[in-house]
């Protein structure tokens, strides 16, 4: 058994994917925590670092657990009878151990050299400058431990010219372009509704973090994985960077249509809304014989997927008679008879995805129990893996809540000199 294995079974590890692999996040809020998350669910061992003094702001977030407890501050004080841990926080945290270090003294930054030591991947998501100004950057953590992925997740990135910007994550939907295709026609555009700039670029992390772990394992050197926010939206712009690069054409909001396909979107009928897409010749000729209209599938004036996307005709023609089919029959009837045949779908509520028995079915909402406070209900883990399944169901480390097992264990640290360090605040 190796260094880093028996840390894994010292500490608890699991048996997932990434059993093995020892992550210290040091990121904040989203994108960073986000990435981390994932790669604690496929069983990576996980150390959250926080400053004791400045902890992960999403610890406030909404929405709370809360249950009657002896929380600290004078009483009478609001909130001082009960406890409460941020739902959020716990979405985004669980199964990492908790460590606090305050890196502005020189004994913080000699605890996460030590553990940077024993550590295959570290992860921030601050701006760019900020660990180097404390001493701790790449260049000098990779001097300690050259096999280290120092993965680093930013608004613009660790080079170029905006590197040093601030950003969060409707910078990134801005300067990538996207904010400016959402939403409708003649209207201002609209931010997209989830922080997608904090979402792909944890996406992203994780795929270049892993990429770099699978180098160092053939025998490479550890690098740095440079995550921009506003680069992760650039990537999920489709096809608006070669239809400008190509025709000159600049993307435009365009609501809920397609941008070179009809029908594809939404449309009413008699109980709400549904998603339909029968755009391609054979969905449109299924779909015109499952709601008895066989002979509009040969209509010369709509028979073909270009014709049926010219604005008039599809106004004309195809539109009305797709409302003639669903707006006398309700989501559950319009999929019943044609959802298991042609892409159509209801529109749904997150109550109605968080209840459905299809999410179920397929682990994507899970619980973690948190004693007294209750059970948190979250989304599961997309990744599907038929051999290392992810463990999902953890709850979220309390501040600071492993830092003794941690600094033994990984850094090797004596019971007294965790407490010189807990007597100085620097853990």
Request: net charge negative.
């Amino acid at each position: 058994m190796n260094d880093t294995q028996e840390i894994i079974r010292q500490l608890g590890g699991g048996d997932g994917a990434l059993d093995g692999i020892v992550v210290l996040d040091l990121s904040r809020v989203l994108a960073g925590p986000y990435a981390a998350q994932i790669l604690a669910d496929m069983g990576a061992t996980v150390i959250k670092i926080e400053n004791p003094n400045d902890p992960d702001v999403s610890r406030g977030f909404p929405p709370y657990l809360t249950a009657p407890g002896d929380v600290e501050g004078d009483e009478g004080a609001e909130g001082a009878d009960t406890e409460e841990f941020s739902g959020y926080y716990g979405q985004y945290n669980r199964g990492k151990l908790g460590l606090t270090i305050d890196l502005s003294g020189e004994q913080g930054k000699k605890v996460l050299k030590d553990l940077v030591a024993k550590a295959d991947v570290l992860l921030e998501n601050f701006r760019p400058g900020t660990m180097e100004k404390l001493g701790v950057g790449y260049e000098v953590l990779k001097e300690i431990n050259p096999a280290l992925v120092y993965t680093a997740i930013s608004g613009y990135g660790h080079t170029g010219s905006r590197s040093r910007r601030p950003a969060f994550d409707s910078t990134a939907q801005a300067a990538g372009g996207l904010w400016s295709m959402n939403g409708y026609p003649g209207t201002a555009p609209v931010r997209v509704g989830t922080t997608i700039g904090d979402l792909s670029a944890a996406l992203f992390a994780v795929i270049g973090t892993l990429a770099a772990i699978r180098h160092v394992e053939r025998g490479g050197l550890g690098q740095k994985v440079d995550i921009a926010q506003v680069d992760s939206i650039i990537a999920l712009t489709e096809t608006a960077v070669v239809d400008y690069t190509v025709n000159g054409k600049v993307a435009e909001p365009a609501g809920n249509e397609h941008a070179w396909v009809r029908p594809y979107g939404l449309f009413d009928c008699a109980d709400g809304q549904v998603f339909f897409a029968g755009y391609t010749d054979k969905l449109w000729r299924v779909t015109c014989e499952l709601f008895g209209t066989p002979e509009a599938a040969e209509d010369p004036e709509i028979d073909t997927m270009r014709k049926r996307f010219d604005e008039e005709v599809y106004d004309r023609k195809v539109k009305p008679l797709i409302d003639s089919w669903f707006q006398g029959r309700t989501q559950a009837e319009l999929e019943e008879l044609a959802g298991d045949i042609v892409p159509l779908t209801a529109l749904r509520t997150v109550a109605d995805v968080v209840e459905d028995p299809g999410t179920a079915e397929r682990d994507m909402i899970v619980e973690a129990d948190y004693g007294d406070l209750g059970r948190l209900r979250m989304f599961g883990q997309p990744i599907k893996l038929s051999e290392t399944p992810a463990e999902t169901e953890r709850t979220a480390n309390r501040l600071g809540e492993h830092t003794d097992r941690v600094l033994s264990v990984v850094a090797g640290y004596s019971p007294e000199e965790i407490a010189v360090l807990k007597k100085n605040r620097t853990v």
